[in-house]
């Protein structure tokens, strides 16, 4: 199985290929992994959390028109952190 892995620090933005973002503007909230595997995402909190964290944050750009988020893929998100001896 193919995996493609990445890493973001938190106040990195997500990129428009994991979520397309519309009058918003999506940012980490914490460091995370990113997997690619099997025709999904699957994000990964770099250090453990609690089920009420946010992994992201979103920031409406105009409070006057509706902000839209769609997955590009299906996406996992994960509350453990994934051990990197599987990457």
């Known amino acids: 199985m193919f995996e493609k892995t990445w890493t973001f620090e938190a106040g990195d933005r997500v990129p428009d290929w994991l979520m397309r973002q519309i009058n918003c503007v999506l940012w980490f909230d914490r460091d995370a992994v990113v997997v690619e595997s099997n025709s999904e995402f699957q994000v990964y909190p770099a250090t453990s959390m609690s089920a009420d964290d ?23 998100a994960h509350t453990a952190p994934r051990s990197m001896s599987l990457n």
């Not at 946010?54 to 996992?76: F, K, N, S």
């Open 54 to 76: 946010t992994m992201i944050l979103a920031e409406i750009i105009d409070h006057e028109c509706d902000a839209e988020v769609e997955h590009v893929r299906p996406i996992r």
